[in-house]
């Protein structure tokens, strides 16, 4: 029961956040910490712009799937068909489930500035930062031991920037990535013990 308890913790904070996003409350409050991080087109550089652009378009559609399979490729060499095996289908069971609680939860894109990027489907959980939570978590979680500490590195940067980029870009509430981030790493956590179960 133990191995269950943070990714049950985890995802019932997803859940819980998603039931009050359409509350005034946490509408305000997103509101409060997006404000700041906003980058509007006709007053923020064109670099970082572009920037930000390229690294939520790293995070999403064929490129994430690209550097997903390039990291299951890594994973399968330094460390077995068992954990690759087990980082694809949690890569594809995250964006599944992200799909699903945007419909579920259908929470209105933000309005606040222009759009900075292509957006199509609700916004609660990040899609976004879902899937690179659940893939550079677990990629640090069962990484080879003279990997880890570069993993665990590589993970941090990737999950925060990816998460900055989409409030900044104007298509994400703070929320949506809060939630998106959790939801991830429940899947990484539960994926994670799952691997330890299956090696002992």
Do not use: E
């Not at 191995?3 to 995802?11: K, Y």
């Not at 920037?51 to 077995?80: D, E």
């Not at 957006?119 to 978590?137: E, F, K």
């Amino acid at each position: 029961m133990g191995r269950w308890l943070v990714p049950t913790l985890l995802l019932g904070a997803a859940l819980l956040l998603g039931s009050l996003v359409q509350g005034p409350a946490l509408t305000a409050a997103d509101v409060a910490l997006a404000t700041p991080l906003l980058l509007r087109a006709d007053a923020a550089p064109p670099v970082l712009i572009a920037f930000t652009q390229g690294i939520s378009w790293l995070g999403g559609g064929i490129p994430r799937w690209t550097l997903a399979l390039l990291l299951v490729a890594f994973l399968w060499r330094k460390a077995g068909r068992g954990p690759a095996l087990l980082l694809a289908a949690t890569a594809v069971a995250a964006n599944l489930a992200s799909s699903l609680l945007k419909i579920i939860f259908d929470r209105p894109r933000p309005n606040l500035v222009p759009h900075l990027d292509h957006v199509a489907s609700w916004s609660y959980p990040s899609g976004h930062a879902t899937s690179v939570t659940a893939i550079a978590l677990l990629l640090a979680l069962l990484a080879p031991r003279p990997w880890r500490r570069v993993a665990a590195w590589c993970a941090a940067a990737a999950i925060s920037s990816t998460a900055l980029s989409r409030v900044m870009l104007g298509v994400h509430w703070p929320s949506d990535v809060l939630g998106g981030t959790m939801l991830g790493a429940a899947f990484a956590f539960a994926a994670a013990g799952i691997d330890r179960r299956v090696r002992r």
